[in-house]
């Protein structure tokens, strides 16, 4: 126990001008004997921080409002004439994303860390083949998988970051190991092997170079706090690790400034050099706290183990079903079939849509669409999407005949937000989740930024309440991105919400109605655009 900090504890009832030496004296060695003589009280340990654990039940409450009834999802008032098709009802469509989430589940093998549908895992094969069952029984035509032929793959295998207690931070302070500490994906770097390496930690800010400006990192742990703006992709600290550890850093700890304490599998937010790991919220924010309690004369320190592999070689599948056409151009609708932990939004909510289409379109009562409407879910979309390149390569002719890529990722969930701990001059006002009754807004990408495209997906959105960025991007950047550079025009709507590729991304973040809202935006651009012509949609001629 530190002297500073049993000054601080006495200060306000024993306050005296005159007698304040000799009683500050007095009460401290007052202080210390009872310390030595009294049982150790738990509140004392980490400087009488409450530890991350504890914040863990109103955080589960905060998670149950997106379940309460008094937070039901605005519903969805069909236009008059909307299609009355059970296929896209939204109870429908959550059913299949419900069957996906199980399945991820069901596949896991005991005690495996870097969990979900990862690229040719029994998770990712097993959804292929359900998919391929219910495009059976719906009726399409020539369902089959297909292997795709994984190349080397970065498997984090297991980790530990711990930080390491001292009597010095309070009676009882034991090491605290992060429950929420996840790798930073490194899918280019080598096999690591660490094992229990102890270093001081460096409190870097927001590892801006104008943030590293004053510390020495050379040999020391890197903890910098990351801003989700507004989700995790779009996080601060993202493009700063790499330089942090130029800098001399042997290993980073980013802290995600986010609600609950989920674990993060996220790209771009590590280095091939160093062992970098993201923590969730309230492990993060009970980091930062102890390295503010402790100053700077007894930094802290951390112990770290990371051990990563590289697999020789995996293999994945694609999932094909066909809807025939009267013609021989193609509209392909794509969905990748990875995600990490449930990946309930991302992707099982892709796949479910991309089911209700397939069910509508195939029904025999309806008039066959014009073009070949081809159903393709994707594997590996996080390992260099493998599967949409197996599929653009071995399938040339239906490549030179599709006019349109139109590829369904993370397509709805609830509208949520983190509202971060606020310091006011009495307190701290705690940080909360805050859920709506409304849907995430999703962002539109045209490749080609054809306005009759466009215009459908305006029309649809006004129809069903979607809503939709003010922006329409060119350029795709999920799954899609392949079938771009094969000079495919490329469309899709992407919801990335506050718990992209976390384990909090579950089937709790989506509502029936935000989806029927979607697959039903879908299934109209569809129609629309198989009722325009080629050159109508922007496709330029193949030679
Ligand atoms: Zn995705």
Excluded at 25 to 41: E, N, R
Excluded at 486 to 501: E, G, K, S, T
């Amino acid at each position: 126990m530190s002297l500073a900090r049993i000054r601080i504890r006495c200060r306000p009832s024993q306050r005296s001008k005159k007698l304040h030496g000799l009683l500050s004296t007095t009460v401290f060695t007052i202080a210390f004997i009872m310390l030595q003589i009294m049982p150790a009280s738990a509140g004392e340990a980490w400087f009488d921080l409450k530890l991350p654990d504890n914040h863990q039940r109103r955080s589960d409450a905060n998670r149950a409002a997106y379940l309460s009834p008094d937070l039901a999802s605005l519903p969805l008032a069909l236009p008059a004439d909307a299609n009355a098709d059970a296929a896209l009802n939204g109870t429908a469509v959550y059913s299949y994303l419900r069957d996906i989430v199980a399945i991820t589940l069901e596949h896991q093998p005991a005690g495996q860390k870097y969990r979900g549908r990862i690229a040719g895992n029994a998770a990712e094969q097993a959804t292929a083949d359900y998919l391929a069952d219910q495009m059976r029984a719906f009726g399409l035509t020539d369902v089959h998988t297909e292997t795709v032929q994984g190349g080397r793959q970065w498997w984090p295998e297991d980790w530990q970051v711990t930080l390491i207690g001292d009597s010095a931070y309070g009676n009882g302070t034991t090491d605290y190991t992060f429950t929420s500490a996840f790798p930073a994906v490194q899918l280019e770097a080598g096999a690591m092997d660490v094992q229990d390496l102890e270093a001081e930690l460096v409190y870097v800010g927001l590892g801006r170079p104008v943030d590293l400006l004053a510390h020495d990192l050379s040999g020391k742990i890197a903890v910098v706090h990351s801003v989700l703006q507004s989700d995790p992709f779009f996080q601060s600290a993202r493009g700063h690790i790499e330089k942090i550890v130029q800098a001399g850093a042997i290993a980073v700890i980013t802290v995600v400034d986010g609600p609950g304490n989920h674990q993060y599998a996220l790209e771009q937010v590590g280095s091939d050099e160093a062992p970098c790991f993201l923590l969730g919220g309230h492990d993060g924010r009970f980091l930062e706290a102890a390295i503010a309690a402790a100053g700077k004369e007894q930094p802290l320190r951390a112990r770290i183990s990371m051990r990563a592999s590289v697999r020789e070689s995996w293999l994945g599948k694609n999932v094909l079903g066909l809807v025939p056409g009267r013609s021989d151009e193609y509209l392909l609708i794509t969905a990748h079939l990875d995600g990490y932990f449930e990946g309930a939004n991302d992707n099982a909510g892709g796949l479910a849509a991309m089911l209700a289409l397939a069910q509508y379109f195939s029904d025999p009562d309806r008039i066959p669409p014009e073009r070949n409407l081809l159903f393709v879910g994707t594997s590996a979309h996080h390992e260099f999407s493998d599967g949409a390149k197996a599929f653009i390569n071995d399938h040339p002719e239906i490549v030179a005949k599709a006019v349109l890529v139109l590829n369904i990722e993370h397509p709805s969930s609830l509208l949520s937000y983190f509202r971060g701990p606020l310091k006011m001059s009495r307190g701290t006002v705690p940080g909360q989740l805050v859920t709506t009754n409304s849907q995430g807004w999703r962002t539109l990408t045209i490749s080609n930024g054809n306005e009759r495209v466009l215009s459908f997906f305006q029309a649809a959105a006004a129809r069903y309440g979607v809503v939709i960025e003010g922006t329409v991007n060119r350029r795709p950047n999920g799954d899609a991105y392949d079938f771009f550079k094969a000079r495919i025009p490329v469309v899709q709507l992407m919801d990335a919400n506050l718990w992209f590729h976390s384990s909090g991304d579950q089937l709790d973040t989506i509502s029936p109605a935000g989806l029927e809202r979607t697959t039903r935006l879908f299934a109209d651009v569809i129609n629309g655009i198989d009722d325009a012509s080629a050159t109508e949609l922007g496709r330029r001629k193949r030679k």
